[in-house]
Every structure is written in structure tokens, then in C-alpha cells.
């Protein structure tokens, strides 16, 4: 019996499919026609502005990536434990499986949804209370198949997918963006602190050499060659050198503190590699602007913030006009269970919706025009981004270069200051001195040093920070 009941319904139903198929796909056909809401166009690149330096316009196309620029292997490990555990870079890897979960649930919602209804149950009741609705005398069984499905004519939900997209995209070059502020903030911080163990160097040196400097001396005092004040300068200028050794070594525990909180690991110490003077300095061509552009992170996930934005002036126009939905219903319905399954517990219901505004005071209109106006805010915040980039590359620009120039006119310094300080050590030994010039021409070349050190750090950094600014290492 059951197949020909299933038969029976089958026949009865084929028509309306027919008619219900026939429907669908003329409403369909019209879907593009329907959609409202401003189509998206690229925004005009702010072209006019070149960098400080234009004689170093080159295409940078393919820059090299960071493992690449930096040799240090110690250097790359920290850097590649930094993309692999800073918690900071884990938390944007989640708002990207969150972001691509929102826009999986929001594309949903333009396809038909399925679902089930069922139910049983019953009850008894006198005569006068099933009369006036009261209660159910019987039994009551249904199992009911689902469908709902709102038409898409005005292009709200295909809106709201594009926006959902966009958001994904932005999200993802967020996270872009803090990984390559992540590389750059490790590579500065190693460079800090190679910078650190040399100063340190630096001042064990001299140290030694006023330690002995004071011993001998102290030795020509005791004799009676020498007054008095030499020795008391010797002493200070030891105690001078001896006392900035604490003041490094704090430094140092703050900066391996530092990198290994980006790496994701407790305090303790850093593995070291290349000093500041092994490292490679590379010749990085300077792209042009337009290359800019597409490059940088941040100016990418502002593009897609002004998408993102543009849709939702679409989703609030389509607000405006009715929504359709179609509502079918399939099932069996019986007040017993052995008639649950025959031909007249048979249900075939299917529904049309219509809703929309008529009059509401104006509010839908002014939605409209308060996304409008946060898509102006949007355009704005993306001419910033431009402007700070293009203001970030020539700043890095002119740091990359005065650094190099300026590390080359202090080794000279250095390179005098010694050959000063070992012409007036000797004349001081051969009496033709006070040892007040000594100690002039010794705090002379221990600053050179330091000054020395500290340029070659800089000069480092500013390759980091001039391959960020470009956008380039990935």
C-alpha cells in the first residue's frame, strides 16, 4: 500500500514542481537586474607624492625575503619561533578562522534552508471546551519537512556576503601587517642587543686598560715620581668605566626579556650569532610610489575595509524594499500512529511572504545616509593610511641613508681618536704630558667607540625599518 500511496502523492505534486521550478527560475533570471547599492570602484592612489631621494627610484618589485636580508642564523630562529608562537600573532590566526566561519554562516543565508518539525502528543477533552478551542480529544502526531528561503531580489544577502569577504580579506592583511611588525621588532631588538654586548666589550676593555693604567700609577706615587692628583684621576676615571658595566648588563636583561616575550617564551637568555659588524647591509632600490600601494599590508586592509564599507550601503538600500520569502511545508499529520503514513495524512503546504517598510518616518533613508557617511569616514582613514605610508618610506629613506654616512664618518673618528690617544699616552710616559691629556684623549676614543657601536646599530635598524616601510620580506 505504502508504494502506491507514495505514487499517488508523487502525481499529485508533479505539476506544482513543475510550476513551483518554473517559478524559481524566472525569479532567478531577474536576480542581477534587482540588485541595488553603489558598485564598488578603486579609489584614486594618491600618485603625487614621490619620495625625498628620486634619484633611487627603482622597481623593488622582488625584494628579497627577511631570511634572505639576515644571514644570523640566531637571528632567523628567533624570527621564525616568533611566527610560529607570539601570542599576538596566534590571536590574529583566530580572527581569520573566525572571520572565514562569520562568511561561511552569512553566505548560508542566500540558499535555501532545510529543516524538520516533529511533534506528538494528545489529550482529552468535553464536548463545549473543543468547541471553543479549549483542548484536543484525540491524539495528535506530525512529522513535517521545512523549507525557507527568503529571494535575494534587491541583493541584501549577496551585500552582505561581499561585505563578509572583504572583512575576511582585511583581517587576513591585519594579520599580515603585525607579522611584519613582529619580524622588524625582533630584528631591532637582536640588532639592540648585539649593539649592548659590544658596548659592554668596549667598556671591559678600557676598564682593564685604567685598571692598569691606575696600578702603575699608583706604583709611580708611592715612589714619589708622580703627584698625587694623577693617581686620584685614575682612580676615577676606573671607577667611571666600572660603574657603566651594571648599567649595560640591565639593559641586555630587558632586551632578552623583550625578544623572548615575542617569541613566545619565558625570561631568560638569547642565543647570540653575528656581531653588528658581521651583519649584512644590503642595497635596497627604493620602489616607486604606485608599487607602494600594493605592497603594504595596512594599505591593503584599508582598501578592504572601503569595500567592506561600500556593501553596507547596499545592504541598507535593499532595506528599504520588500523581502519575499517562500515557505514550503511537507509532511504527515494524524491523530494516530497506524494512520500516520496514508494518503490522508498527507500534507503539501507551500507559502509566499511579503514584507516590507511603508512608513516609517524617514529612518530606512537616513540609514542609508549614516552608511554613506562612515563610507566617507572609510575613504578618509584610507588617504591616511596612504599619506602615513609614503611619509613612513621617506623617513626610512632618509634614516637608511644619513645612518650610513654617518657610520662611515665615525669610524674615521674612532680610527683618529685611537692613534690621538696612544701619541699622548707616550708623551705623558716620556714626561712631555700631564696625565690630564691622557684621560682627555681616552674618554675621546671610548666615546668614538661607543658613538661607533651604536651608528652601526642604527644603521641596521634603519634596513629594518626601511623594508618594512616598503612592505617587503614576504
Known sequence: MLPNLLQTNKNMLKPNLYIRTLLVVAIMAGLGSCLVGPKYSEPAAIRQYTYRDSSTAYDTSALAPWFEVYK?????????????????????ATRIEEAQAQTAAIKANMWPKLGYNASAGGGRAGTDATKVGGGLNSGALKVFGVLDWELDLWGRLRHSNQAAIAQLLGVTENRNALQASLVAEVASLYFLLRDLDNRIEITKRTLAIRKESTRIITARFDTGYIAELDKLQAIQQQALAAASIPNFERQITQVENALRNLTGMGP??????LTNDEQNIPDIPVGIPSQLLRRRPDIRAGEYQLKAQLEQIGIAQANMYPRISLTGLLGFASPQLGTLLGNKGFVANGFAGLSGPVFAYGQNRSLVGVQRKRYDQAVYSYEQTILDAFSDVDNSLTFYRTYREEHDQVKILVDAARKAYQLTKARYDYGYSSYLEVIIQETNLFEAQMQESFTRQQTLASVVKLYRAMGGGW
Open 72 to 92: 644570523d642564523p640566531a637571528l632567523q630562529q628567533l624570527i621564525k619561533r616568533t611566527l610560529d608562537s607570539n601570542r599576538n600573532l596566534l590571536i590574529a
Open 268 to 273: 631568560g637568555r638569547i642565543e647570540r650569532g
